[in-house]
């Protein structure tokens, strides 16, 4: 029987280590971002009604595409042939708190439940719908929850339809942006349907059990946008133009001589600012990005040493280039904003003739320029890619030659360098081999610092007619594949460019183009999107050969062959050693009930009442006055983001903040006269609200807003957070408990999205895990291994997937002879993993625990 069981396990083994393709599938439907015309629907019953005798019952997987404002709408329309129907809808006023209902014919039923939105971006949510017919009943399972309702059933016929339908008087048009995959319908527990949309084109779902195929219109297959990149911006402008991108708001800037443009990649619409103060030249050869903490929008120029920075408000920018001036001596540099000493960077570029090997220096607190003398081996060169990283900053490839002269040898570079803002060092890390032909790269690469992998976009730079390849590659070896298809790119040297970015919002990758027609004196600029993870490239898979498959399973049957003769060996082994006593030795730690070790997972700490007179920002703003009522609910969304503008401004940073700046962020879409009338406006009812609280006023007194406030009176839980942890390298047990305590509550505005609060999120939580885990660095496992599981558990309910923490727990657990809590643990964080980036944490519990 063991044999047997063996011999199965490998077969299960050899299916699944095959090579796969195709992970990411499924529909998307389209809804009101686009006409009604264009929405999505699906059909099951396309041809015949579905009829079911018995009990049945309908599943599905859904996830909610991220990056849209509308999420209203039909997910599911059940129709009977007395025209009764039952619908699965999604509510998205805010005042609802259960936003997914079930409709039976024009009534709301008694089920209705949420699932949390930002958690339907992240994951697929398994819905079933049970048609009892026994007891009279439907039951939906969502979730982990059962929801029941009495209904009259029969044996019947249905029509069953997702998103949009034309289905006589059921039409329905509002359809939320939504995606399905593996809807099955079972009678009696028996599989009857099963359609696991994912197809890659086509009207046609196919249905794999009884061949009952459905009808799609206006589809969208996610393995399509897994692997096709999608025009979804082409526009021309007079002139030069510079491009950046603000990745939290999906806002693609041109900047050009007489306005700013503004595509937002969420409607696929585009703002004109005119300047206020008239044409601005722009020079061949600016650079530009977008980082809210150097002041948002900046345009700089290497030769004349200016960094200018956009006002919203004003329509303007603060400084002007020179002109005329001759070319720029530093052509496609590469940029990036260094938080660590407040500095852009711009390292290496092309001019006269020369490749540059140089690093100019912004410091933005001096508001100074400078040469940055930086030690180690790096080739001059142009045509590289950059992405940030902790401490600098990743560089790979590039165009350029040893001597940095354009007549010696020039040739395609290709090693990855790491550039150490600290040390001023470049290190050269490995170098890549091209696969068939030479390649170099558009400006910036996507670092994924915790999967030790990036994203960047190749092109052939010895042809006019180009195109742009995406590579995955890996941090720690030089492993790259290509992913998705090509993207058409006219390549003209210093007349072209190209960018890549990140939406982490929508999961896209983004590409801008830039060609300047110098003849015409005219700039096209072309955006495209990409859904992430990306699809291996079709071109790759149509490439392997039959004999390189019969390769590839005799590899793997090879291995199969070797693991089933040890597995034998090893129980012989075992069978000899049968009644030997292990002397593993293990700490000293009492026997624990199941209860006692599922709470091991907990934090476990109570939460305490709320307390007057105080403001909490920890998990929900909640505010509670001076008579210990919640006076939240009372604050706009308006009014709370202008709050916690001022209150972190003054708590955070200490300076307040500019009338400017708020009218910037709040109302940058408004002229300056409206702009200034709205922040009077709800200054006003802002300090109206909290006159309900003792010791906590607006004031203006220093030039900037700020919040007055007496912390031996007024109680904010940001402000305990700073004295518990600030300037601590490793906390006392008290200091653990009152700072989980504070994160008891969850994490820091956990339910307030805003692109300026994004970094001081960040901050916190880096905060906080650092302090947590050189805390537990410092403590011998045996002396208090209690207290080292209690820190990884605090840890890892604030980042359920930090290997660290899940390395720290299992190790202690192992260690005090909770082997197999270790390993279902170490389980439970790989599918964790696994759902949030789509692929299989990277290494093994034995490799975990060193």
Request: proline share 3%.
């Amino acid at each position: 029987m063991r044999l047997k069981f063996y011999i199965l396990f490998f077969t299960f083994l050899f299916i699944c280590v095959s090579p796969v393709v195709a992970q990411n599938y499924g529909l998307f439907f389209q809804g009101h971002e686009t006409i009604q015309e264009q929405r999505t629907g699906l059909d099951l019953g396309a041809t015949n009604s579905l009829c079911f005798d018995k009990n049945f019952e309908i599943s599905f997987d859904l996830s909610f595409m991220p990056g849209y404002k509308d999420y209203f709408g039909y997910i599911f329309r059940v129709i009977d042939k007395k025209g009764r129907n039952i619908d699965l809808i999604y509510d998205k006023r805010l005042l609802e708190n259960k936003h997914l209902k079930l409709i039976i014919d024009d009534k709301v039923s008694s089920i209705a439940f949420d699932i949390k939105i930002d958690y339907l971006f992240k994951q697929w949510y398994k819905i079933k719908l049970m048609f009892d017919i026994d007891k009279q009943e439907l039951i939906l399972s969502a979730d982990g929850k059962l929801y029941r309702e009495k209904i009259k059933l029969t044996k019947d016929c249905y029509e069953v339809f997702f998103g949009a339908t034309n289905y006589k008087e059921h039409e329905v048009r509002d359809v939320p942006p939504m995606k399905l995959k593996d809807i099955k319908i079972t009678e009696e527990g028996k599989l009857a349907y099963h359609w696991p949309l994912n197809e890659h084109s086509g009207l046609i779902a196919s249905e794999v059990v009884a061949e009952k195929n459905a009808n799609v219109i206006n589809p969208v297959w996610i393995r399509r946008l897994h692997h096709d990149w999608k025009l979804t911006q082409s526009t021309s402008v007079a002139g030069p133009a510079s491009i950046a991108f603000d990745a939290d708001q999906e806002r693609l800037f041109v900047i050009t001589e007489n306005a700013l443009l503004i595509h937002y990649l969420t409607t696929d619409k585009t703002e004109t600012i005119e300047y206020s103060d008239g044409r601005r030249p722009l020079l061949p050869g600016t650079l530009s990005y977008y980082d809210i903490r150097s002041g948002g929008l900046v345009n700089a120029y290497t030769d004349q040493k200016l960094v200018s920075i956009f006002n919203f408000a004003k329509k303007s920018w603060d400084k002007k280039l020179k002109t005329p001036d001759s070319p720029t001596n530093y052509w496609h540099p590469n940029r990036f904003y260094s938080q660590m000493d407040s500095s852009l960077y711009i390292i290496g570029g092309y001019g006269r003739y020369m490749y540059k090997r140089d690093a100019h220096r912004y410091d933005f607190t001096n508001k100074s320029w400078g040469e940055v003398d930086i030690k180690g081996e790096f080739t001059p060169r142009y045509l590289a890619a950059l992405g940030a990283a902790k401490g600098g900053a990743y560089i790979l490839g590039g165009y350029g030659s040893t001597t940095g002269q354009q007549i010696l040898n020039p040739k395609n570079i290709y090693d990855l360098t790491f550039f150490d803002v600290k040390k001023r060092t470049f290190k050269k890390i490995f170098e890549l081999v091209p696969k068939n032909e030479e390649f170099a790269f558009a400006n910036s690469m996507i670092i994924d610092e915790k999967g030790k992998s990036y994203y960047a976009l190749t092109f052939t730079n010895h042809v006019y007619n180009s195109s742009l390849r995406l590579i995955k590659g890996s941090l720690n070896s030089p492993t790259f594949k290509f992913v998705g298809n090509k993207i058409p790119y006219t390549f003209h040297d210093i007349n072209s460019f190209a960018d890549l970015y990140y939406s982490p919002a929508s999961k896209k990758l983004v590409s801008a183009i830039v060609f300047y027609d110098k003849n015409q004196d005219r700039t096209t600029i072309k955006t495209y999107t990409l859904l992430t993870p990306p699809e291996a490239s079709l071109d790759n898979i149509d490439k392997i050969s039959f004999f390189g498959k019969i390769k590839w399973y005799g590899l793997i049957l090879i291995v199969i062959l070797i693991g089933l003769l040890s597995l034998i060996y090893i129980k012989w082994i075992k069978n000899k050693k049968v009644g030997q006593v292990s002397t593993a030795t293990t700490l000293p730690y009492p026997e624990k009930t199941e209860d006692e070790e599922e709470n091991e997972e907990q934090i476990g700490l109570p939460q305490e009442e709320d307390v007057p007179n105080t403001i909490y920002l920890f998990g929900d703003l909640q505010l509670i006055n001076k008579d210990g009522k919640d006076i939240t609910k009372q604050f706009t969304p308006v009014i709370k983001e202008l709050f916690l503008l001022i209150l972190l401004f003054t708590v955070r940073w200490g300076r307040g903040i500019s009338s400017e700046k708020l009218e910037e962020l709040l109302w940058f879409d408004k002229p300056i006269d409206s702009a200034r009338n709205n922040r009077s406006v709800n200054i006003t009812k802002l300090k109206s609200l909290l006159e309900s609280m003792d010791e906590c006023q607006v004031s203006k007194e220093t030039g900037h807003w700020k919040l007055i406030i007496d912390s031996s009176k007024l109680n904010i839980d940001y402000i305990d957070y700073q004295n518990t942890i600030t300037g601590k390298k490793k906390l006392s047990k008290q200091n653990v408990n009152d700072l989980t305590k504070i994160l008891n509550r969850g994490n820091f505005l956990s339910n307030s999205e805003y692109s300026w609060l994004d970094t001081l999120k960040a901050e916190i939580t880096d905060q906080v895990i650092d302090a947590y885990l050189h805390t537990a660095a410092e403590i011998k496992v045996e002396d208090d291994p209690e207290f080292v599981i209690t820190i990884a558990n605090c840890v890892l309910s604030i980042d359920p997937v930090n290997e660290d923490a899940v390395a720290l727990k299992c190790k202690t657990l192992v260690a005090l002879g909770k082997h197999s809590l270790a390993k279902s643990i170490f389980e439970k964080f790989n599918k964790e993993y696994k759902a949030i980036y789509s692929e299989s944490f990277g290494k093994s519990f034995q490799e975990i625990l060193g």
